[in-house]
């Protein structure tokens, strides 16, 4: 509350200084803006699809978060506001306007075109413009530009910011993003409408240009990267299915699965027929066997037969024969025909061994003929089964030959499957990458070409309100402002002590009382001086009586001192002995250099009072001892020691530093009591808060706004009924 008060003080005192400065700079202000030039607005909006739009990956519309959408839009917004984009955007303004010979309406303004041909030679409009080519035009211009930038010409087409061709005036578009949509606003303000239009149209065209540019060329490098190692894929797989072709075909193999399959099978066929043919073997072995003990009589005969030897001969071989036929290529018509020479060579063969034994029996009795049919039918069965035994013997180790071949050949194919295999699954991903690296492409193509323009720039009509009464109330403020601005920085920054609140702060003294600015108090009209001076000179008694020790009837030595000369020590000791004398105190003031108080060096060895002044000490009530300043010229230690009361004088105005401190610190070393510290030389607000409200001129105002910051609702003093 009290700063609160204090800075509105500083506000009065600074009034007059505002309110003239403020008037002053109106004037300036008004002056200088009379010819200022009216301007023209144009706006457009962009539909940019970030958030809602569709996309050739994204069918249900874009799905965005807030941080994802928030760094979309910024990046669109930084594209519109490079300089790459603003300086394109004032080349290809300049050229639209090269292309014509005379101002239109809905290009340029004639002030506009007297502008451009003060800037601009018509031998360089020669050399730049190409007839019905803008692009050409502009080509030529940014050549022009880059080759001669530090010419008078270019500089004042595009270094100037008074020409609409410059980017520093270009830059003033302004755009926003309308609330959470997807529009873009874009906004910008020129002296020409129709500049003012068409460097928006130009600028949105330049804008979705670069949009899609930089967005397919950064899809297009992803794409190339994908095709190039889509075909590197594609080179690898094919080396290794060539790879797995060529072994297929140098081993024979045409579907090793189906292939193992039928092996496989074939063997357990042969098998289960190799045992069927041992066990027939075992039978027909077991029953020759007994037929020839049966016939052992006649054994060596039918043994030896040499026809009959012969003939069982052949009919082993073709038995043979008929076994591998039926093992392995199962020739029918070969067959038949081995099976009827055979059936005929049994036939001779038992018709030979019946007409030689027809009559003959065994030694049991039994009728060799029947015995001689069953070892005949046993043994060439018996031969038969031998045959086919060989051969599947023989077909055995075919058999295990082709296991152990193909089983070499399947870990082959089995690895050369393993890498075609992963040389696949790379093909596959990588072709998948690609065809996500063409959507995307695809989506950024039509993203970019979604950038519509909803809004085209119009042309603006009627010019913007005028910014001089803005730009004069704007004045007037700041001018109103810069005084108490200067006066509060100076308040703030004031290093002097000014209160007695400081003043107890830096000195670690009491303050005991302050006494005001002389001139100050004459400036106040309204404030009866005299009054005034004994209400705030007896409070400062009181203060130095309540610091008195001394109960003897000795009188009361107060000395008075500072630490600086110019203090105000006399002033304020004459201000105290004077109303002390109205109240009826004898007082007795000694100052330094008169009668026989002098300050010299012999002043530092002074013990009693008799030895500076004739005058009887004990006759007076108070005795009012000046010091010279103590920090400059030599004083009585011993009568500073037997001081009542130390009295230090301060000006307010100056700083307090640390000699002033390293002094009073001594001071206080030599006394018994510390000394209280006075103020001399303060304003009227630092004395209400020692003597309460002044009497004084204020406004209405004033006093209503002071009670409100005391809080203060009701008169101050009781109205008499």
Known sequence: MINLIHFLRLLQRNLKWMFLMAFMLVLVVFFFTRDMPKEYQSETEIFTGITSGMSVDNMDGAKMDFFAANNAFDNLINIIQSRQTIEEVGMRLLAEHLMIDTPLVNLISEDSWEQLNEWISEEKRKYLVVVNDTDSTYLNILNWYK????????????????????YKSIDKVTVTRLQNSDLLRLSYTYTDPAVAQRTLVILNEVFIRLVADIKVS?????????????????????????????????????????????????????EDEYQKEIAAKASAEAAVTRLEVQLSSNKEMLKYSENLLLKRQELADINSEIAILEVYLNDEKTLIELRKKADKIEAEMS?????RMEYSRTTEGVSVQKILEQWLKYTLSLDRVEARIKVYEERKIYFNNTYDEFSIIGSTIGKLEREITIKEKNYLELLHSLNLALMRLSSETLSS?????TVKPYFPLSPLPAKRLLLVMLSFIIGFAIPYVWALLKDLLDLSIKTGSRLEKVSK?????????????DDKSLLDFDEFKSQYTRLIWSKIEAENENTSNKPILVNWMSLHKQEGKSYTAELLKSELEKMGVTVLYLKPNESTYVVNDALNRVKELTQITDE?????????????ALLESPYSKTLAAQGSVNVLVNWAGRVWCAADTRKLEDLNEVSDHKAVALLNGVDLDEMETMVGDILKERSWIHKKLKGLLRFQFKPSAASAS
Not at 147 to 165: I, K, R
Not at 220 to 226: C, L, P, Q, R, T
């Open 616 to 628: 009887a000490a004990g006759a007076y009530h108070v005795v009012i001892l000046e010091h010279p």
């Open 147 to 166: 080759s001669e930038f530090h010419t008078d010409e270019v500089g004042a087409l595009f270094n100037n910011s008074a020409s609409p061709y410059c």
């Open 218 to 270: 950064q899809t297009n490098d992803i794409v190339a990267y994908f095709r190039a190692q889509v075909d590197m894929a594609d080179a690898r797989l094919n080396a290794a299915e060539e790879k797995m072709k060529v072994f297929k075909t140098e081993n024979r193999v045409i579907n090793y699965g189906e292939q193992t399959k039928s092996i496989a099978m074939m063997k357990e066929y042969m």
């Open 351 to 355: 018709r030979d061994l019946t007409n």
């Open 449 to 453: 070409d979604g950038l519509i323009v």
């Open 509 to 521: 003294s009491k303050h005991i009382g302050s006494i005001p600015w002389q001139k100050l108090v």
